[in-house]
Nanobody, 120 residues
Framework: QVQLVESGGGLVQAGGSLRLSCAAS????????MGWYRQAPGKQRELVAR???????NYADSLKGRFTISRDNFKNIVYLQMNSLKPEDTAVYYC??????????????WGQGTQVTVSS
């Protein structure tokens, strides 16, 4: 089992910045991907960014250049730096970890979500 604890959401004006953090504890395995998804009202949950513990990253194309993911592998914390925020970035942001299990299905865990609201 893995537990994810998120922090850093809140209300910010358009053009502002926020930094989200997510700490993982438990069985995070040898290879894993930690990242962020978001879900706006009435929309499907979508990938924001994710990063492996080896350093490879994936970003939603539309967010490249404004959002930056990083992680501290020793502490099992993933960060999402969000700059130049827009009202359309308003959503619940969910931390996610995929623990790769060789020859078996991967284990996937979600955080409880943190609200990010960007006012115009």
């Amino acid at each position: 089992q893995v537990q994810l604890v998120e922090s850093g959401g809140g209300l910010v004006q358009a053009g502002g910045s926020l930094r989200l953090s997510c700490a993982a504890s438990g069985s995070t395995g040898t290879l894993n991907f930690m990242g962020w998804y978001r879900q706006a009202p009435g929309k499907q949950r979508e990938l924001v960014a994710r990063m492996s513990n080896g350093g490879s990253t994936n970003y939603a194309d539309s967010l490249k250049g404004r959002f930056t993911i990083s992680r501290d592998n020793f502490k099992n914390i993933v960060y999402l730096q969000m700059n130049s925020l827009k009202p359309e970035d308003t959503a619940v942001y969910y931390c996610n970890i995929v623990v790769v299990v060789p020859y078996r299905d991967n284990n996937v865990y979600w955080g409880q979500g943190t609200q990010v609201t960007v006012s115009s």
